[in-house]
C-alpha cells in the first residue's frame, strides 16, 4: 500500500439478477441477467449492474446495463432486469459491497512501520510505510493503515477500521490550567482512545486520548479528511462527518448524526439522534435528536 488512497478490488464474480433482489428482499422484473461488476446508468454494459433514481427514466431507457436497481418503471419495455426499490442508491451501495467488492486479505507490514513490541494485532492487517504504533495498543482484523498514521499509547482500533494518511490517535489533547503561581501546565492525560468496529478515517484526522476515562468513535462511523476530536469525545454509531470538522473536549453525539463540513462543535455540547448540522456552523448549546440546526451559532430550522 504505497500510494495515499486505500481502494477495493472488484471481485469479477458472477451473479444473477434474481439472486441480488432475493438478497435484498426487493422484487425482482423482467429476464433474469448475469452480472459481473457495476456501472452508472450510462456507462454501464450488459454485464454490469446500476441504479435508477426519480427522474432519470428516460437514462433508464438508454442504458445498456444488465441489471438496474430502480424507484423508476417506464411503460416503455427495458431489455435490462429491473429490481425494485424505494432507496435504489442504498441497495446498489449494499449490493455493490455484498457482491462485488473485496478487501485485501493478506498480511501487510511494511518495513518502514514502527510496532511497539507489546501492540497487538489481528488477521490481514495492511500496515502501510512510516506507520508507527505505540505501546498497549490493540488493533482487530482486517484493519488498512495508511502511510505516516500514528498510534498512541493505549489506543484500542477494532475490526475492519480503515485509517487514511497522516492520521494521528492517541496523542495528549489541547488541555492546560494557569496555576496559582502563574504556570501554564499540561493537564493529565492519562486514557485512552476506543475506535469501534467499521470507521473509516480520511487523511489527517486526529483523536486526541481522553484525560482520565476514553474517547471513543462509535462503529460504523465514516469521517472525512482533517476532523479533529478533542479529549473525551464521544461519537455515536453510524454517524457521518464531511471534511474539516472539529469536535471539542467532552462533546457528544448520538448515532446516525450527519455533519457537514467546516463544523465546530464546542466543549460539552450533545448532538442527538439523527440530527444533522449545516456546513459552517457553530454548535454552542445541544441539538435535539432528529433536528436540522445551522449557523453560527447553530440554530435548528424547519
Given at each position: ?190 486514557g485512552s482512545v476506543v475506535i469501534e468496529d467499521d470507521v473509516h478515517f480520511g487523511v489527517n484526522c486526529s483523536v486526541d486520548r481522553a484525560t482520565f476515562q476514553e474517547t471513543r468513535i ?85
Amino acid at each position: 500500500m504505497s500510494t495515499n488512497n486505500i481502494r477495493f478490488k472488484n471481485t469479477g464474480r458472477e451473479v444473477k439478477s434474481t439472486e441480488i433482489a432475493s438478497h435484498l428482499t426487493r422484487e425482482h422484473r423482467g429476464k433474469e441477467k448475469l452480472v459481473s461488476g457495476f456501472a452508472p446508468l450510462d456507462e454501464a454494459t450488459a454485464t454490469k449492474l446500476s441504479f435508477c433514481q426519480e427522474g432519470y427514466e428516460q437514462e433508464l431507457l438508454e442504458s445498456n446495463a444488465g441489471a438496474v436497481i430502480t424507484e423508476v418503471h417506464p411503460d416503455a419495455p427495458v431489455d435490462c432486469a429491473l429490481i425494485s426499490s424505494s432507496t435504489p442508491q442504498s441497495d446498489f451501495v449494499r449490493a455493490v459491497h455484498d457482491f462485488f467488492i473485496e478487501r485485501p486479505l493478506n498480511q501487510s507490514i511494511h518495513p518502514s512501520a514502527t510496532i511497539s513490541s507489546d501492540a497487538t494485532f489481528g488477521d490481514n492487517c495492511v500496515i502501510g510505510p512510516s506507520v508507527t504504533i505505540g505501546p498497549a495498543v490493540t488493533i482487530g482484523d482486517e484493519c488498512m493503515l495508511g502511510p505516516g498514521v500514528t498510534i498512541g499509547e493505549k489506543v484500542s482500533i477494532g475490526d475492519r477500521c480503515i485509517l487514511g494518511t497522516g492520521t494521528s490517535i492517541g496523542q495528549t489533547g489541547f488541555g492546560y490550567q494557569l496555576t496559582s503561581d502563574d504556570r501554564v501546565m499540561n493537564k493529565p492525560h492519562e486514557g485512552s482512545v476506543v475506535i469501534e468496529d467499521d470507521v473509516h478515517f480520511g487523511v489527517n484526522c486526529s483523536v486526541d486520548r481522553a484525560t482520565f476515562q476514553e474517547t471513543r468513535i462509535g462503529e460504523g462511523s465514516k469521517i472525512h479528511n482533517l476532523c479533529n476530536f478533542a479529549h473525551n469525545v464521544k461519537i455515536g454509531a453510524r454517524n457521518m462527518m464531511s471534511p474539516g470538522c472539529h469536535f471539542a473536549g467532552s462533546s457528544t453525539t448520538g448515532k446516525e448524526v450527519r455533519i457537514h463540513p467546516h463544523v465546530v462543535v464546542g466543549s460539552h455540547t450533545s448532538i442527538g439522534d439523527s440530527a444533522e448540522v449545516g456546513a459552517n456552523s457553530t454548535v454552542l448549546d445541544d441539538i435535539s435528536e432528529d433536528t436540522l440546526a445551522v449557523g453560527s451559532p447553530a440554530r435548528p430550522i424547519d
